[in-house]
């Protein structure tokens, strides 16, 4: 297996819904990320987790919450959002979190979400 | 701050005809990678740079990477109308003992008949 799968693939919420983000990888990744991508953007990171630990959060309002359940998981719950945070989320995984091993990253589908 | 910057952002071409795209960098890093994006889809990963002088070609697409310089090359070689999409460029930034990766604005490239 060597996907990353993201469920939903569509999301409408609005802004008083608590709603969250699956995002599964069985390729052994240890570095699992969260990126957010709006329109005609690059992508930018959210958040990264290393060996199921919390490594790097970009500053990321608390109504986006993180979590690792194990190292195949990777959660974003989303709670009171605003309509700016509507965007296409991505999920990557990476072999190596350090680094030295990586050979690439490999990004989900994504999650196309939309608050109103 | 690691910034990547690419050049041009938009580009109109013809089939049939080559262009190249670049990606500057400004911190040292050994290793770039080049996406794809389709419009309302994910990245598709194109090309992954490990090391100084690396070149990969796939089809009409050839990247490279030279790390002393700090550029590197998407070259496209008689377009045709299915390379019409977003490429981006990324390179890997060290923070926190993880690794992240840091874009480029993208590069969208429309092939015309």
């Known amino acids: 297996d060597t996907e990353v799968t993201q469920t939903p693939k569509h999301l409408v919420m609005g802004m008083t819904n608590k709603k969250s983000l699956k995002c599964e990888q069985h390729m052994g990744h240890r570095a699992m990320y969260w990126y957010k991508q709006k329109a005609k953007k690059p992508p930018e990171l959210m958040f990264v987790y290393s060996y199921e630990k919390l490594s790097i959060n970009e500053s990321v309002p608390s109504r986006f919450s993180p979590e690792c359940p194990n190292s195949s998981l990777l959660n974003l719950h989303l709670h009171a959002l605003q309509p700016e945070d509507s965007a296409l989320y991505l999920c990557a995984s990476s072999q190596d979190p350090g680094g030295a091993q990586n050979d690439g990253y490999t990004f989900g589908s994504g999650t196309r979400l939309t608050v109103v | 701050e690691l910034k990547v910057e690419q050049n041009p952002l938009f580009l109109s071409m013809q089939e049939g005809k080559n262009y190249t795209i670049y990606c500057n960098y400004s911190?040292?890093?050994?290793?770039l990678y080049w996406y794809r994006q389709d419009p309302g889809k994910s990245l598709e990963s194109l090309f992954v740079l490990l090391s100084n002088g690396a070149v990969k070609q796939e089809g009409r697409l050839m990247a490279s990477l030279d790390t002393k310089a700090r550029l590197s090359t998407l070259h496209i070689t008689a377009a045709v109308h299915d390379l019409s999409a977003t490429y981006f460029c990324?390179?890997?930034?060290?923070?926190?003992?993880?690794?992240?990766?840091?874009f480029g604005k993208g590069t969208k490239l429309t092939v015309n008949p």
């Open positions: 911190t040292t890093s050994d290793r």
């Open positions: 990324a390179v890997d930034k060290a923070q926190g003992g993880s690794e992240k990766l840091v």
